[in-house]
């Protein structure tokens, strides 16, 4: 081994599912495995997932969808968050994928999927809850959800869910922005249209406002033990982190120790001299970071073939990825998605 591995223990993610599902039931959970299931490697995410038996996968993309469900088999549900055109929600209908439907232009395109195929499209309707990233707005609810409802009775599409997503920045926006969720919830209620499943929540309010849960959670951050770097710590959430990465001494210098981990695979070079890696000599200060080598603080008996453990072990004594993300006032989710495709990726259970 001359460069950093990245270690991702599945027995490690199908405990963090179980504290999951426990936290947020009677609501259901959905994984949400998007950027390469957060650099942790979609495949064998899905497949450990589908095997601990859940349900439920969302992502952003209606292809990464369409390889959730070549995966998981027909055991689980996928939602893509997006289809942006007539093709891909041609592609989701054929794949057995429901998508987000967040304009009445993609509700028409989902109409005229429908028509030419002969088959219902499965949506979920988004409602803009203040983010602004995606879905309709509250003024214009009325109007879309009554054409979606007589979409829905004249057999074009199956109205599987009503969602939203949180702007997560305070407790006072979040508790607005449910307002509006229950508003829209009321108004398709009041269509006549039942049995659709509310989604809002992601990982922080999930776990922490039962109010939010609904009948389903969308999942990601926690169930890979990625903990938010102004919250609670990994061990009030009950989840551990599912990557750890690794890199071996390559040298021992008069200014340090020669680590085989730098930019070049991904670690950002402003964690030099702002904080510590996992050494077996304890926690040692990491001094720069090169393009492909870092520098390390001396420790006893350090020598060539040791491992550094940069993050993800924090109960043997090595920070997580978010608190290499505090700092440098990012969080945790950017430390393991700027990895290097290129790191290898080893599978352990
Ligand atoms: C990323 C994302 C989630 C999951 O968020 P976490 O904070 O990682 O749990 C849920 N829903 C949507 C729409 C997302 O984009």
């Known amino acids: 081994m001359n460069g950093p591995t990245l270690h991702v223990d599945l027995g ?10 426990e936290r947020v039931a009677p609501a259901g959970h959905m994984l949400v495995v998007k950027d390469d299931a957060y650099g942790h490697g979609l495949e064998p995410v899905v497949r450990t997932a589908t095997a601990a038996g859940l349900g439920w996968f969302g992502t952003f993309d209606v292809a990464t969808a369409l390889r959730v469900r070549q995966v998981s088999g027909s055991a689980a549900r996928a939602f893509a968050f997006l289809a942006d055109t007539p093709d891909e929600i041609r592609a989701a209908l054929d794949g057995g994928v429901e998508v987000g439907v967040g304009s ?22 988004k409602v803009d809850t203040g983010l602004h990233r995606n879905g309709v707005r509250d003024e214009e609810w009325a109007s879309f959800a009554a054409r979606a409802a007589e979409l829905a009775g004249g057999g074009r599409i ?4 009503v969602w939203s997503h949180l702007a997560e920045a305070s407790d006072a926006e979040d508790d607005r922005a449910r307002a509006t969720f229950d508003r829209a919830c009321a108004i398709l209620s009041d269509l006549g249209v039942t049995g659709v499943l509310r989604h809002l929540a992601a990982s922080a309010a999930g776990f922490a406002r039962p109010g939010f849960r609904y009948d389903l959670t969308r999942i990601g951050a926690f169930a890979y033990g990625i903990r938010p770097v102004d919250g609670p710590g990994e061990g009030a959430l009950g989840v551990n982190p599912v990557a750890r990465l690794s890199a071996p001494v390559v040298g021992v210098a008069a200014d340090g120790v020669r680590v085989a981990v730098g930019a070049l695979h991904g ?9 510590s ?18 520098t390390v603080a001396h420790w006893p008996g350090a020598s060539p073939g040791q491992e550094v453990t940069v993050f993800g072990d924090p109960r043997g004594g090595a920070p ?11 969080i945790g989710e950017e430390i393991l998605l700027r990895v290097n495709p290129l790191v290898p990726r080893m599978y352990v259970r």
């Open 267 to 275: 670690l950002p070079s402003s964690l030099a001299g702002r904080t």
């Open 12 to 21: 490690v993610l199908t405990e963090n599912l179980l504290v999951v599902h």
């Open 320 to 330: 997580s990825a978010s608190d290499q993300a505090a700092a440098i006032g990012t």
């Open 277 to 294: 890696v996992g050494t077996p000599g304890g926690r040692q200060r990491l001094i720069s970071v090169d393009l492909c080598t870092s």
């Open 158 to 161: 199956r109205i599987r869910g």
């Open 104 to 125: 009445a232009a993609a509700l028409e395109d989902a109409a005229t999927v429908a028509a030419s195929t002969g088959e219902r499209v499965d949506v979920h309707l």
